[in-house]
């Protein structure tokens, strides 16, 4: 959504259904529709399964792929303005990814996402993290800050507070906040 606030046409891949995604749509392999159809558009954006980057998948003994080296093969063989996001714990996988945040957009969230660009991004200040965030589970009220994880509560106020009214749980769990895809889409305008 962040991207088409800044003006792009959006054309959305992934392996699963999507049936809440609300611009255009292919069900499949997102790395090889791109190494398909990549060079139809301007700019290639896009976030590996971050599972195998986390922590908490690790934990649980659950085996996921490492996709963001063959994804960036794929976007440099393109040899246009890319964009690549994923979790913290991805940094070292990334090439000098920036760091956005939740509270440098006025949400009440500090949901960090790395994002490497071929191009300079620039950010927003990071604010000093001072609010405590409700624990997972518990009600959500007004004006709290939260983490937007696991079976989270409040997700009407998380569809509100991220800007993502068309999303269920399980989405946002995994959402890029439109706020940020809208802020690296105004730059990426520049750029191209």
């Known amino acids: 959504m962040g991207y088409h606030r800044a ?11 999507q049936p809440r995604f ?12 791109a190494a398909k159809h990549g060079h139809e558009f301007e ?8 599972q195998g980057y986390t922590k908490a998948w690790k934990i649980q003994k659950n085996e996921h792929p490492m996709l963001i080296d063959v994804f960036r093969e794929v976007l440099l063989d393109l040899g246009k303005p890319y964009v690549i996001e994923n979790v913290e714990e991805a940094r070292p996988f990334l090439l000098d990814p920036a760091m956005l945040c939740g509270a ?12 490497e660009t ?7 200040e990071h604010p000093e993290h001072t609010h405590q965030l409700v624990k997972m ?6 004006g709290d800050w939260y983490h937007a994880v696991g079976n989270f509560s409040g997700v009407g106020y998380v569809r509100q507070d ?21 802020h690296i889409g105004r730059q990426l305008l520049e750029v191209i």
């Open 43 to 50: 700019v290639v954006v896009g976030g590996p399964p971050c």
């Open 104 to 115: 440098s957009f006025g949400l009440h969230t500090y949901r960090h996402r790395l994002f």
């Open 22 to 33: 609300p611009f255009e749509f292919h069900q499949g392999d997102a790395i090889e529709y």
């Open 162 to 182: 991220m800007g993502v009214p068309w999303m269920n749980r399980d989405g946002i769990r995994e959402c890029i906040p439109p706020a940020y895809a809208e």
């Open 7 to 17: 003006g792009f046409d959006i054309v959305g891949v992934d392996i699963g259904p």
């Open 137 to 142: 589970g518990r009600p959500i009220h007004e």
């Open 118 to 124: 071929n191009w300079n991004l620039t950010v927003p």
